[in-house]
């Protein structure tokens, strides 16, 4: 691969596009120059590894990795270099000549041999949905490939030359729903050089007697992995094409090789070229801007810049180093880091900030040049232009205009210049070596220092942040005076203006003063009336404290020669929290298996990870599309509560517009239902909700369905309408509610007046309130509808409850159901949003399908999915409590409303949801109003938690209350509180089975005992004392979570060859279901003694007519259900062979195997397939189940940052069935529920319309943002008489055990609240405040004090003499 061939082969055409994928040559005649790497491999070749999460380079699913000849090699480069890129924005017509790998290309199932990192992600249980992990896998090859390219590096045998941390962070910007990322660190970790073996979690290489084993003997059990056969030199062939570029007027893509080429095609061009015959240009490097803008105009001409050779080259000479545009982030940072001269601290210290842009896939094709186009044409914040401005950086532009006028001009002159025009060309950016220019003082004494900052919700993972700065300052040490500010620049950008800036008047006031704290506060006055937000802009006055604390913490650097007194106070360890940004450090899991009913309880792999790791595993997209397939695209309105009359097309007319009006005569205008309500699929004429569905547009293609839709203009009209209800205070006011039957309305318990009397202090009317949360499962709702001779029709939904998906369309189409059959074979991530909200998907593509008599599918785009989604339910609660002086509650009670949004859909089940989870607490008495409230908002459904959530947060809330209220600590309250088993009783009656279920005080105890919790809390406090910048906090939270056992339908069919099949109604989700019913078949089939059949089981995928009855995947027990459903089919399959078995083995003496029993049972005609429905009895059908975590965080006061140190969670699973599986589910719910708590904001607008709609602006956790050290037990509580097989759900009943964090925030916060009050502050300081969910940076600021640097300084103030 290395030398470059084939000169036998006639080089191709100029004007063909021509590259390989995993070997495979394409070679393409003619194509939409828009069209993505993405759109092409998905439609046009078999490879489907590459997914679409969200098309913006903010999730990492479509990561691929380029191979490619370096244009201009550099001798000491290698000739051909391979990185990944995100092919949902990479260009097809730019990776000419290239070569591309997919997971496919490392290794499959077709191939017979996996790749060592798909086994590993595999055995490492770090698969679960397997949405995102081809993208991770080729994240962390393309990391392998590259240090192994690296010959500085040592080599170690079976490992990669890859650090641990550089394992962990190579995968820091792929977003995984379902894992909670340890496993995946783990897997990748596992390739590291200097990793410790024992240090990796559970997987299933070593997962039994592993102390025994020695370490050297660890490494054997891996899947092997040597550079030889699994790195470079495993890629296929590629780039071994005659050289020719691309150059195509068919294509109308421009690979200009000179300036002078670039200028003749731009000149073709001028303004009234364009006016008159819209030829309209595009310059572009490496389109990562599209996946901001989205851009969906047209244009006539791509030109291409990475080929002239003035945009791609590094210049270094004395004065400094000269970057083309053209050249991407990655290599930039690669060559500031090797510099070494006068200004290396400089470089290395810009290359470190430059690595937390995006994503290391798209750094390495986001061009430096691209970056400051955007943000001179279009205001992007970026963080390059803070840089550059700080340390007095030049830019070089061509002007179309003039052709051969070359600017060089300040990078502040280029900002505040007009929009560069579409001719005009960013050439080059020139950073200075400031040491030659700056060192103003010309004084020995003299330093120059660099710092740069950047707060952001992630801090590696890929955020923009909420404002950057990079400060160069030259000082001199004077001997009696202190530090003299020389000189000083200031740059701030991203903070909500259109430009980055310079703080001028804050280097003018600071420039020639001596340092001290006058001066500083001065300064810090005078920042904040120099970094304003533009009006309009989130959390203005955070940015701007940002800003103060940046400042504050730079200047603090100086003050060495300053008084003890002052050093001590401006005490700042650790504050800078971005400079070192530590990944999980550790992970230690408990589990203990059982081999009661073997091989259930074993920690076996997930079925189907394997083919998951390489993408083989097929989801909804990627079955490939039918021939005469159309696309569809959901058109949604953007008001709530108006008329739409008539809905017009900018771009070109769609093939068809779907509404209810093509309902069939005898169909039905309904898009989900329930047991409770229906709603309708469209509402054409009237919006009900910014976010109803309007139509459906057809296309040919998916990307003109959604163009369609997203040009479509809707005519609203208001006039005389009721104002839309968009609070659930005017929903009371309007008396809109939905009614909640009595028979899942929960009941009150005890006197609350009575316990009232009882307590000894009251709050009263005190308020919470909490917002919703988006599911973010990595593959977005998706259909294909296939309609079918007879009228009937074959849909392939990714959906968690097809049975009622079936219904729906039956309905729809006014056909009978058996003539709909919807098929599930897995789910890229549900969490609940794909039970009522994929049904309309899947029925809007019925619908069209069955009208225009041709295939129909959708794949929603992310923007889409989150505006249609609705999500968990954000609610408002108002509570007054009693108490007594230790904390006892007496007496609670709740108002609660809740916003169910415009239609019914699962609400009804909130209510029973929230009480349920609260009452893991004696509260004495509790009563409660609860009201579901009807608003003109999208209808709000189940997610993971649903209700429980905000139940189990709504009692801590109160626990910490009261604990400021009394000025006692909050776990003591909680302690005090905790259930005894008889009030247990009394507040779950018979869900709380016998008093041996009750595991909750054992596991209070535990969870204390493997935390250190107690000598911890007195660590924290010790902490606090010391460290004024950073606080800690910690604490420890249980829940009890109640679960219903629902009705299950199985099936089991044994074939000639003694292979079976097995049929549940339970979707595959990611969550395990499939392996466990695979266990517990072998189990119960294993019963008959004929030998292991575990192998010759096989799941397969969810059919309505072949398997009726299926239900909803739903609420963590369907797992249980299923199993108990095949093991009834398995036993009466047993019960069928037994005889036959005891007489075959009378007849010749020796015992048969399995493949003998069977094919003798088909001759003697026993029916070898059997169904049962499993319908659990309802004495014993509820029941609890227990945890608690302890976390430990800290809070940088100075930006709102929170940092989880470390999270010890101890979990009931009974006796579980795959401790692997539900140690999965524990951590990957305990993550999803740190982004409920912690980070994940999903607003709307004034009118109710979703406003974070994409990655950009919802931030789930990554890999940076989990506990650096998170510790997990899977409790083993043994024998459960009434469960099944002894084992309790682990679905979502952890994902409330992240409050844990959220309350350790609080301490934290506390802590800083109380050190404002010892400086002397009097607001903001009350011990008794409420932190809102989710504790985002802004808001844990606002409560520690956006004026945390002014109290502190003028509190110094006041103490000097
Ligand atoms: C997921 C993601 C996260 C990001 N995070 C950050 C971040 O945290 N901080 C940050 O600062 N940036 C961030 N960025 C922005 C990123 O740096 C830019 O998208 C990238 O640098 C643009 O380079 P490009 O080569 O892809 O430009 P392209 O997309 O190819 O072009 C961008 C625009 O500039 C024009 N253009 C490109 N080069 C030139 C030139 N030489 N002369 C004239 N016009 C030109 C193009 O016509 C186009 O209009 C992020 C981007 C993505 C996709
Ligand atoms: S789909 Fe490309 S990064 Fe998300
Ligand atoms: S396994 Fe990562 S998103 Fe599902």
């Given at each position: ?8 082969e006639?080089p191709?055409?100029p ?22 790497l993405?759109?092409f491999l ?6 489907k590894?590459?997914?679409l999460?969200?098309?913006?380079g ?11 000849r ?8 290698n000739?051909?270099?391979h990185?990944?890129?995100?092919s ?11 070569s ?11 191939d017979g041999?996996f ?9 490492f ?8 992990t081809?993208?991770?896998c080729m994240?962390?090859?393309?990391a392998?490939?590259?240090s ?12 990669s ?7 962990e ?18 897997a ?5 050089s200097?990793?410790?073996l024992?240090?990796?979690g559970v997987?299933?290489f070593?997962?039994?007697k592993?102390?025994s084993i020695?370490k050297?003997?660890l ?8 550079p030889?056969?699994h790195?470079s ?5 590629g ?28 000149s ?6 364009v006016?008159?015959t819209g030829n309209r ?5 490496g389109n ?9 105009e047209?244009y006539d ?17 004395s004065?400094?180093i ?5 050249i ?17 601290l ?9 690595e ?10 986001a ?5 400051l186009?955007?943000a001179?044409?279009k205001?992007?914040?970026s963080d390059i232009?803070?840089?550059?401005l700080?340390v ?5 532009i061509l002007t ?6 070359h600017e060089?001009?300040t990078?502040?002159e ?10 005009n ?10 040491g030659?220019?700056k060192?103003?003082a010309n ?9 740069s900052?950047r707060a ?7 955020a923009?942040?909420?404002?950057n700065?990079a400060?160069l300052?030259?000082?001199s040490?004077t001997e009696?005076?202190?530090?003299l500010v020389n000189?000083?620049n ?7 203006t259109?430009?980055?800036?310079r ?8 420039c ?5 704290v006058?001066?500083?506060n ?7 009336s ?6 309009g802009?989130?959390y ?8 103060v ?6 200047l603090?650097?100086?003050l ?10 401006l005490?700042?360890?650790g ?10 450090s550790?992970a230690?899991?408990?589990?203990e ?10 920690p076996?792999?997930?079925i189907?990870?394997s ?5 083989e595993?097929?989801?909804?997209d ?14 949604y ?6 008329r ?10 769609p093939?068809?517009?779907?509404s209810?009006?093509?309902i069939?005569e005898?169909?039905?205008?309904i898009g989900?239902?329930t ?13 009900r909700c910014a ?10 293609t ?5 163009v369609?839709a997203k ?5 609203y009209?208001?006039q005389?309408l ?6 659930v ?10 009614e ?11 006197d609350?007046?009575?316990?009232m009397?009882e307590?000894?202090?009251?709050i ?10 988006y599911y ?18 074959a849909?392939?939904?990714?959906i968690?409850n ?12 006014g056909i ?6 919807v098929?599930t074979?897995?789910?890229g ?6 039970a009522m909200k994929?049904i309309?998907?899947a029925?809007a593509c019925a619908l069209?399908?069955h009208?225009?008599?041709?295939p129909?599918r959708?794949?929603?785009d ?28 007496t007496?609670?009670h709740?108002?609660i409303?809740?916003d169910?949004g415009?239609t019914e859909d699962s ?6 949801n929230?009480?349920?989870?609260l009452k893991?607490?004696d509260?004495g ?6 009201k ?5 908002r ?6 993971r938690g ?7 947060y709504i009692a801590?809330?109160?626990?910490e209350n009261?604990?400021?209220h ?8 909680r302690?005090v509180?905790l259930h005894k088993?008889e009030?247990?009783k ?7 089975e ?10 209070w ?6 935390s250190?919790?107690?000598s911890r809390?007195?660590?924290?406090e010790?902490?606090?004392k010391?460290n004024i910048?950073?606080k ?8 009890v979570?109640e679960l219903?056992l629902r009705?299950?339908a199985?099936?089991?069919s ?8 097995v049929?549940?109604g ?9 392996t466990?019913?695979?266990?517990v078949?072998?189990y119960?089939l294993g019963?008959?003694k004929?030998?292991?059949v575990?192998?010759k089981?096989?799941?397969?995928q969810?059919d309505?007519?072949s ?7 739903a609420?963590s ?9 095949i ?6 399959l047993?019960?069928?062979?037994a ?10 003496g020796?015992?048969?195997n399995w493949?003998?029993?069977i094919?003798?049972a088909?001759f003697r ?9 499993f319908?659990?009895d309802?004495s014993s059908?509820r ?5 608690a975590a ?5 809070v ?8 989880i140190l ?10 579980s069935?795959?401790p692997?599986?539900?140690l999965?589910?524990i951590?990957?719910?305990f993550v999803?529920?740190l ?13 109710g ?14 890999i940076?943002?989990?506990p ?5 037990e899977v ?8 469960r099944?097989l002894?084992?309790?759900?682990s ?8 409050a ?10 506390g802590a ?18 409420h932190l809102?969910?989710?504790?985002t ?8 004090g ?13 103490l000097?003499?």
């Amino acid at each position: 691969m290395d030398k470059p061939e084939n000169s036998s082969e006639p080089p191709p055409p100029p004007d063909r596009l021509i590259f390989t994928v995993n070997g495979e040559r394409f070679e393409v005649p003619e194509v939409d120059p828009s069209t993505t790497l993405l759109e092409f491999l998905r439609t046009n070749t078999p490879f489907k590894s590459p997914k679409l999460g969200c098309g913006e380079g903010g999730c990492g699913a479509c990561v691929v990795l380029l191979s490619k000849r370096n244009p201009n090699p550099n001798p000491s480069l290698n000739e051909i270099e391979h990185f990944t890129v995100s092919s949902c924005l990479t260009l097809l017509c730019s990776i000419n000549n290239c070569s591309i790998t997919t997971s496919e290309g490392l290794g499959s199932s077709k191939d017979g041999i996996f790749h060592p990192i798909h086994e590993r992600f595999s055995g490492f249980h770090a698969s679960q949905c397997g949405f995102c992990t081809p993208g991770m896998c080729m994240s962390l090859f393309s990391a392998i490939i590259n240090s192994e390219n690296d010959s500085n590096r040592p080599s170690k045998s079976g490992f990669s030359k890859l650090t641990v941390s550089e394992a962990e962070k190579s995968v820091s910007g792929n977003l995984c729903r379902c894992t909670g990322y340890r496993p995946i660190a783990d897997a990748c970790k596992s390739f590291a050089s200097d990793v410790d073996l024992e240090d990796l979690g559970v997987n299933s290489f070593w997962r039994k007697k592993r102390d025994s084993i020695e370490k050297v003997n660890l490494s054997r059990l891996l899947p092997h992995y040597n550079p030889k056969d699994h790195a470079s030199s495993i890629l296929k062939d590629g780039c071994n094409f005659a050289s020719g570029l691309l150059n195509s007027e068919k294509h109308s893509w421009y690979t200009p090789l000179t300036i002078e080429d670039l200028r003749m095609l731009l000149s073709q061009r001028s303004d009234r070229t364009v006016e008159k015959t819209g030829n309209r240009i595009k310059l572009v490097v490496g389109n990562t801007a599209n996946g901001y803008y989205k851009e969906t105009e047209k244009y006539d001409k791509y030109i291409d810049l990475r080929y002239i050779p003035e945009l791609s080259v590094v210049k270094k000479n004395s004065s400094g180093i000269e970057f083309g545009a053209a050249i991407s982030i990655s290599k930039v940072i690669s060559y500031l880091k090797q510099q070494n001269c006068e200004s290396d601290l400089i470089c290395s210290k810009i290359a470190n900030h430059l690595e937390k842009i995006g994503s290391e896939f798209v750094r390495n094709s986001a061009s430096i040049g691209g970056n400051l186009v955007m943000a001179q044409r279009k205001y992007f914040p970026s963080d390059i232009t803070t840089l550059l401005l700080a340390v007095d950086s030049t830019v070089t532009i061509l002007t179309g205009q003039h052709p051969h006028k070359h600017e060089k001009i300040t990078i502040e002159e280029f900002l505040q210049k007009p929009h560069m025009g579409p001719t005009n060309v960013l050439l080059n950016v020139h950073i200075p070596f400031i040491g030659q220019t700056k060192n103003k003082a010309n004084n020995l004494n003299s330093r120059l220092t660099f710092e740069s900052y950047r707060a952001s919700p992630r801090p590696l993972g890929n955020a923009l942040p909420y404002l950057n700065a990079a400060f160069l300052s030259d000082i001199s040490e004077t001997e009696k005076n202190g530090v003299l500010v020389n000189y000083i620049n200031l740059a701030f950008g991203a903070y909500g203006t259109k430009r980055a800036k310079r703080a001028s008047r804050v280097e003018e006031y600071l420039c020639g003063k001596i340092l001290s704290v006058a001066v500083l506060n001065e300064a810090v006055e005078l920042v904040k009336s120099d970094v304003v937000s533009d009006e309009g802009t989130s959390y203005g006055a955070y940015r701007s404290s940002l800003a103060v604390g940046f400042l504050f913490q730079f200047l603090n650097t100086f003050l060495g020669d300053l008084s003890d007194y002052f050093k001590k106070s401006l005490l700042l360890e650790g504050s800078d929290r971005t400079k070192n940004i530590e990944m999980l450090s550790s992970a230690k899991q408990v589990m203990e298996s059982s081999r009661d009913f073997y091989p259930v309880g074993e920690p076996m792999k997930k079925i189907a990870a394997s083919i998951q790791a390489s993408g083989e595993a097929v989801y909804v997209d990627d079955i490939p599309s039918p021939p005469n397939c159309l696309y569809g695209a959901f058109i949604y309105s953007t008001k709530p509560s108006a008329r739409v009359n008539n809905i017009s097309f900018n771009s070109n007319t769609p093939t068809a517009v779907i509404s209810s009006k093509d309902i069939p005569e005898k169909g039905e205008n309904i898009g989900s239902t329930t047991i409770f309500a229906s709603e309708p699929l469209f509402s054409p004429d009237f919006s009900r909700c910014a976010g109803d569905r309007i139509a459906f547009v057809v296309a040919e293609t998916q990307k003109r369905a959604n163009v369609a839709a997203k040009t479509a203009v809707l005519d609203y009209d208001t006039q005389d309408l009721d104002p839309p209800i968009l609070t659930v205070e005017e929903a009371v006011e309007r008396s809109s509610f939905f009614e909640v039957p009595p028979f899942l309305t929960p009941s009150n318990v005890g006197d609350f007046d009575r316990g009232m009397i009882e307590s000894d202090h009251k709050i009263v009317n005190s308020e919470i309130k909490l917002g919703s949360q988006y599911y973010f499962y990595l593959e977005n709702q998706t259909a294909l509808a296939i309609p079918d001779e007879d009228n009937t029709i074959a849909v392939y939904s990714s959906i968690q409850n097809p049975e009622y998906a079936q219904i729906v369309i039956a309905r729809c189409l006014g056909i009978p159901e058996h003539n709909v059959r919807v098929i599930t074979r897995r789910v890229g991530g549900g969490f609940g949003g794909k039970a009522m909200k994929a049904i309309p998907v899947a029925a809007a593509c019925a619908l069209a399908a069955h009208k225009l008599h041709r295939p129909v599918r959708t794949y929603l785009d992310r923007k889409t999915d989150m505006i249609l989604a609705g999500g968990r339910h954000p609610m408002k609660i108002t509570y007054t409590v009693g108490f007594k002086s230790n904390g006892k509650i007496t007496a609670l009670h709740l108002n609660i409303l809740i916003d169910a949004g415009v239609t019914e859909d699962s609400s009804i089940l909130i209510p029973h949801n929230i009480i349920s989870s609260l009452k893991k607490y004696d509260f004495g008495a509790l009563s409660f109003d609860l009201k579901l409230c009807k608003t003109n908002r999208t209808s709000k459904s189940a997610m993971r938690g649903p209700g429980e959530v905000q139940g189990s947060y709504i009692a801590e809330a109160i626990i910490e209350n009261i604990a400021s209220h009394l000025l006692i600590k909050s776990d003591d309250v909680r302690t005090v509180n905790l259930h005894k088993y008889e009030t247990l009783k009394i507040f779950y009656g018979s869900a709380s089975e016998e008093c041996v279920d009750y595991t909750l005080p054992f596991i209070w105890d535990r969870v204390a005992e493997s935390s250190s919790y107690f000598s911890r809390v007195c660590l924290v406090e010790g902490f606090n004392k010391s460290n004024i910048w950073i606080k800690r906090g910690i604490s420890r939270v249980p829940i009890v979570h109640e679960l219903i056992l629902r009705p299950a339908a199985g099936k089991v069919s044994v074939l000639w060859d003694g292979s079976i099949v097995v049929e549940v109604g339970g979707i595959e989700l990611g969550q395990g279901l499939w392996t466990k019913v695979k266990q517990v078949a072998a189990y119960a089939l294993g019963s008959i003694k004929c030998g292991e059949v575990f192998d010759k089981i096989r799941v397969v995928q969810a059919d309505t007519l072949s398997l009726v009855q299926g239900g909803l995947t739903a609420a963590s027990t369907t797992s249980e259900s299923s199993c108990e459903a095949i093991r009834i089919c398995c036993n009466l399959l047993v019960e069928r062979l037994a005889p036959l078995r005891e007489k075959l083995e009378e007849e010749i003496g020796i015992p048969v195997n399995w493949e003998t029993l069977i094919l003798q049972a088909h001759f003697r005609n026993i029916n070898l397939g059997v169904n049962s429905y499993f319908v659990p009895d309802s004495s014993s059908s509820r029941y609890l189940n227990y945890g608690a975590a302890v976390s430990e965080v800290e809070v940088n006061i100075l930006t709102g940052e929170t940092r989880i140190l470390r999270t010890d969670i101890v979990y009931d699973c009974g006796q579980s069935m795959n401790p692997a599986v539900d140690l999965g589910q524990i951590e990957g719910a305990f993550v999803q529920g740190l982004g409920f708590f912690m980070q994940e904001e999903y607003l709307t607008n004034a009118e109710g319309l979703v406003v974070t709609d994409s990655t950009w602006n919802y931030k789930i956790p990554t890999i940076d943002t989990i506990p650096k050290q998170f510790n997990v037990e899977v409790l083993n509580s043994g024998h459960h008489r009434n469960r099944i097989l002894s084992s309790k759900a682990s679905g979502e009943p952890p994902l409330l055990l992240a409050a844990s964090v959220h309350c350790a925030t609080r301490a934290a916060i506390g802590a800083a609240r109380e050190q404002m009050k010892s400086w002397g502050a009097v607001e903001g300081v009350d011990s008794s405040f409420h932190l809102d969910v989710p504790a985002t940076m802004p808001v844990v600021k606002q409560l520690c004090g956006l004026n945390v640097v002014e109290t502190y300084l003028q509190s110094l103030i006041a103490l000097e003499p």
